[in-house]
């Protein structure tokens, strides 16, 4: 019996350039604040971090940028970029 294996993608989620990032100018202007004073620009994102299991990577990123079309991203006001970070890899 051939062994489940899992890939594990990470989607990094940023905002758009020109979208106002008031979480980031907040970091920004405290750490300032607290003598961090050649801090410049802090922006805020996220990321996701996806296990899917297969070994055919073309098919599994197509199935993530979908995830990401369908709920993960604000296509508006966000970029995003997908990385694998692991795999495949055997389940188990």
Do not use: W
Request: aromatic share 4%; hydrophobic share 40%; with cysteine.
């Amino acid at each position: 019996m051939e062994r489940l294996i899992f890939v594990l993608m990470r989607v990094v989620v940023t905002l758009k350039p020109g979208v106002q990032d008031p979480e980031g100018a907040t970091i920004t202007d405290s750490l300032q604040r607290i003598g961090f004073a050649s801090v410049n620009r802090v922006t805020v994102g996220r990321h996701f971090d996806i296990e899917i299991p297969g070994r055919d990577e073309d098919r599994i990123r197509r199935e993530v940028e979908k995830m990401c079309e369908s709920l993960l991203v604000n296509p508006v006001l966000q970029d995003y970029h997908i990385e694998r970070i692991q795999g495949p890899q055997p389940a188990g």
